[in-house]
T-cell receptor, first 118, second 114 residues
Framework: NAGVMQNPRHLVRRRGQEARLRCSPM?????VYWYRQLPEEGLKFMVY????????ESGMPKERFSAEFPKEGPSILRIQQVVRGDSAAYFC????????????????FGEGSRLTVL | AQTVTQSQPEMSVQEAETVTLSCTYD???????LFWYKQPPSRQMILVIR??????QNATENRFSVNFQKAAKSFSLKISDSQLGDAAMYFC???????????FGEGTQLTVNP
């Protein structure tokens, strides 16, 4: 019974390159959330997606960042033209219900993808 | 906007003793969820305990318990009989009942001394 799977666990990019982070939710979950954790900080909400729909992207930077959750395959967080300030841990979480959470309000997190921009 | 504040960047405790981590939050909502998550060095986010605001009884999970003071908007975590494996970063988090996001505090780094 696999949990939320994220890959790659570690990604190194040079400034100006593109970073793609993938997230496969738990089996039976159709709602995905992306959070970013900058060094020495808590997690900050970025975007909430359902299959083929972006529900809430109010936490996403306006430029260079995009997210998708296609009908088939994992959710992708894409960062174009990365800068050093993008270096962070990016966490994906999933839940099964239409309001985005279980009845207990819980999200299930992956182990995160650590992006380092040189 | 909701905010979550953890005023203790670092705490330490002796093995087998008890420690309390503080958390306060700001909201105008009457119903919501509160959580404590643990993040060990592996960086996995692990749910420790949850509390529904409409419940007056404080949540308890084995050695972990909370002191939920709704009027004061306070939600502290008590860890009893601390173990070396409890060493981690602990995050307090808030979620509206109908909302789609968790709001996290900045975290408290807990060290457990043998």
């Amino acid at each position: 019974n696999a949990g939320v799977m994220q890959n790659p666990r570690h990604l190194v990019r040079r400034r100006g390159q593109e970073a793609r982070l993938r997230c496969s939710p738990m089996k039976g979950h159709s709602h995905v959330y992306w959070y970013r954790q900058l060094p020495e900080e808590g997690l900050k909400f970025m975007v909430y997606l359902q299959k083929e729909n972006i529900i809430d992207e109010s936490g996403m930077p306006k430029e260079r960042f995009s997210a998708e959750f296609p009908k088939e395959g994992p959710s992708i967080l894409r960062i174009q033209q990365v800068v050093r300030g993008d270096s962070a841990a990016y966490f994906c979480a999933s839940s099964p219900l239409s309001d985005g959470y279980t009845l207990t309000g819980e999200l299930f997190f992956g182990e995160g993808s650590r992006l380092t921009v040189l | 906007a909701q905010t979550v504040t953890q005023s203790q960047p670092e705490m330490s405790v002796q093995e087998a003793e008890t420690v309390t981590l503080s958390c306060t939050y700001d909201t105008s909502e009457s119903d919501y969820y509160l959580f404590w998550y643990k993040q060990p060095p592996s960086r996995q986010m692990i749910l420790v305990i949850r509390q529904e605001a409409y419940k007056q009884q404080n949540a308890t999970e084995n050695r972990f318990s909370v002191n939920f003071q709704k009027a004061a908007k306070s939600f502290s975590l008590k860890i009893s009989d601390s173990q070396l494996g409890d060493a981690a970063m602990y995050f307090c988090a808030y979620k509206e009942t109908s909302g789609s996001r968790l709001t996290f505090g900045e975290g408290t780094q807990l060290t457990v001394n043998p």
